[in-house]
């Protein structure tokens, strides 16, 4: 961790969560050029000064706003190889927070927010993917290699794997909802969507003949 991000872990903790929470709502509406860090502070109800005591810049904001997105909906990192359940259940549990995530409305619409401004500020749709998908790619990998030491799936690639799985489940209606396509899934749609996936990957990777796969996101 950077000097710089240790810095935005100092402060008043209920002030950053405002400061935050203002970034949440102001960058998806007004886009990331037009909002200021005025306007950011007038919404969180704070000072300029207290902002940059936060935050070094309005670009370590808007990376930080897609951390605390990921912290706040994802569960997949609570994927334990303690976990009782059959590794069935631990999947849909961590595919269906994963889907949550990705379609939720923050998180449809920051990412119609990074597209919008990929031509001017590039650096955005970099740091979204690494602090967003990358992030989670990551991690639902490390919980792949651990079910692999409990022989509970074989997996040879399990950062291939890790894709394939969301992929699969963002197919098919992640795209939709980001161009505002409806009908919307229901909650039942998405849950059928995920135990679709899950089979697919048990299928994959559940037996003793596992795919053998090297692409990457």
């Given at each position: 961790m950077t000097a710089a991000k240790k810095k935005t872990r100092a402060g008043d903790p209920a002030k950053r969560t405002a400061i935050l929470a203002a970034a949440t709502r102001l960058f998806p509406a007004q886009g990331f050029t037009d909002t200021s860090m005025d306007a950011i502070a007038a919404v969180a109800g704070v000072t300029k000064q207290t902002v940059y005591a936060h935050f070094n810049s309005k670009d370590e904001l808007f990376e930080e706003m897609i951390i605390a997105l990921c912290d706040k909906h994802s569960e997949a990192a609570k994927a334990s190889p303690g976990n009782p359940k059959p590794i069935q259940e631990q999947l849909f549990d961590a595919g269906l927070a994963f889907l949550n995530f990705v379609t939720s409305d923050e998180c449809i619409a920051v990412t119609r927010l990074v597209i919008s401004e990929v031509n001017r500020h590039p650096a955005l749709a970099q740091k979204y993917y690494e602090d967003g998908t990358q992030r989670l790619l990551n991690t639902f990998a490390?919980?792949?290699?651990?079910?692999?030491?409990?022989?509970?799936?074989?997996?040879?690639?399990?950062?291939?794997?890790?894709?394939?799985?969301?992929?699969?489940?963002?197919?098919?209606?992640?795209?939709r909802m980001v161009l505002g396509?409806?009908?919307?899934?229901?909650?039942?749609?998405?849950?059928?969507?995920?135990?679709?996936?899950?089979?697919?990957?048990?299928?994959?990777?559940?037996?003793?003949?596992?795919?053998?796969?090297?692409?990457?996101?």
């Amino acid at each position: 961790m950077t000097a710089a991000k240790k810095k935005t872990r100092a402060g008043d903790p209920a002030k950053r969560t405002a400061i935050l929470a203002a970034a949440t709502r102001l960058f998806p509406a007004q886009g990331f050029t037009d909002t200021s860090m005025d306007a950011i502070a007038a919404v969180a109800g704070v000072t300029k000064q207290t902002v940059y005591a936060h935050f070094n810049s309005k670009d370590e904001l808007f990376e930080e706003m897609i951390i605390a997105l990921c912290d706040k909906h994802s569960e997949a990192a609570k994927a334990s190889p303690g976990n009782p359940k059959p590794i069935q259940e631990q999947l849909f549990d961590a595919g269906l927070a994963f889907l949550n995530f990705v379609t939720s409305d923050e998180c449809i619409a920051v990412t119609r927010l990074v597209i919008s401004e990929v031509n001017r500020h590039p650096a955005l749709a970099q740091k979204y993917y690494e602090d967003g998908t990358q992030r989670l790619l990551n991690t639902f990998a490390v919980f792949l290699k651990e079910q692999n030491k409990l022989r509970t799936l074989s997996i040879p690639d399990p950062e291939s794997a890790s894709s394939y799985f969301l992929a699969l489940l963002k197919g098919r209606y992640y795209l939709r909802m980001v161009l505002g396509v409806k009908p919307r899934p229901t909650a039942k749609d998405k849950e059928e969507n995920v135990r679709d996936t899950v089979a697919i990957f048990m299928r994959l990777y559940g037996g003793r003949d596992p795919l053998h796969t090297h692409s990457r996101f």
